[in-house]
């Protein structure tokens, strides 16, 4: 769960800044999605 903290004009975007109230941990991969498609962390 998160509160909003600030909203930022980017472009055609808004950019949302929040605080992290709760956090859960679960075991398994990262979900990442860049340029149009999902994929990995390499590292």
Known sequence: DCRRHAVHEGGDHLI????????????????????????RFNG
């Open 16 to 39: 949302i800044v929040g605080y992290v109230l709760r956090l859960t941990l679960e075991e398994g991969e990262p979900l990442v999605f860049a340029k149009g498609r999902f994929g």
